[in-house]
């Protein structure tokens, strides 16, 4: 069984075959986590899982980049369309009020995203104190739920560790660091943390300042998540333009061979992780 943690089946990108791509998952021994960016995508998540007994699960969140409204490059959607994010104001209960499925696992992904953050030093300020309400909000939510977050966080690692190390009394005991691109020294802080750490087909790709090798091989076996982030970050492996949940087996099948172990242990460990932290069996 192989568990992708992160995908976005409640997007567009499925909107015509959705059915048909979770049946060629769960053909295969794929579960899926479908994590919301906002609350149409959240809702939808949930209005997904709802229809699945097993092996499909929804995360309930408001994605930083949705606190404004702004168009995303082609580099952000690699060959996917361009799309238009939405401002939105996270609303507290009615968030909560979609929790009440039994198919909701998680807070996410919700976060600090600074790839797109403004010029002026006094714009910066107030964009990301918007941010940092937003992600206190949505912690306090995770904490009356008891449900584990999974962060997003991108250019703004240093800020959410330091956001997290002042606020210890919303810091989740139990949360994932989804897709992270990150130095050796940031990963050790989440680890300390006792965070999850989620990889993806980014892992396949050259950034600088960025040893993804050296992160895996650091990252002790039980902390490992492996996910998609489908429809975006497709493995070259796949030779195909959008990504899917089944293609979460080369993400596993790269780390099996950093951590010189077969893809079946990869895979039995990484399910074990994702059961844990998001209570799967349980579901």
């Given amino acids: 069984m192989l568990i992708d943690t992160h995908a976005h089946l409640n997007f567009s990108a499925f909107e015509k075959d959705v059915k048909n791509v979770i049946q060629r998952s769960l053909e295969n021994d794929v579960w899926m986590i479908n994590i919301g960016t906002q609350y149409d995508t959240s809702e939808k998540a949930v209005k997904i899982a709802d229809g699945y007994k097993k092996g499909v699960y929804a995360a309930i969140g408001l994605h930083p980049l949705h606190l404004e409204e702004q168009k995303l490059d082609k580099s952000e959607v690699e060959s996917l369309s361009k799309f238009k ?4 104001e996270f609303n507290y209960e ?3 009020k979609l929790a009440k499925s039994e198919k909701v696992v998680a807070v996410g992904e919700i976060g600090l995203d600074y790839y797109y953050k403004p010029k002026t030093k006094r714009k910066l300020e107030i964009f990301k104190q918007k941010q940092r309400e937003a992600l206190l909000s949505q912690l306090r939510l995770a904490q009356e739920l008891d449900l584990p977050v999974i962060f997003h966080c991108r250019m703004a690692h240093r800020d959410l560790i330091e956001f997290l190390l002042k606020s210890p009394e919303v810091r989740p005991e139990k949360a994932a660091a989804h ?9 050790k802080k989440y680890l300390d943390f006792g965070f999850y750490i989620g990889f993806n087909g980014i892992i396949f790709k050259l950034i600088e300042g960025i040893n ?3 992160n ?11 996910e998609t982030d489908c429809p975006y970050l497709i493995p070259p492996q796949a030779g195909d333009t959008r990504n899917e ?5 080369y993400i596993a099948e790269r780390i099996a061979q950093i951590k010189n172990l077969s893809h079946e242990k990869i895979a039995e460990i990484t399910a ?5 932290l998001f209570r799967l069996s349980t579901v």
């Fill in 245 to 249: 949940p089944l293609y979460v087996k």
């Fill in 216 to 226: 895996i091989r650091y990252t002790p076996l039980d902390k490992i998540l492996i």
């Fill in 94 to 96: 009615r968030y909560k």
């Fill in 85 to 88: 994010t939405r401002a939105e």
């Fill in 212 to 214: 993804f090798e050296e």
């Fill in 272 to 276: 074990q992780n994702a059961k844990y």
């Fill in 179 to 187: 897709g992270f691109v990150g130095n050796i020294e940031e990963l």
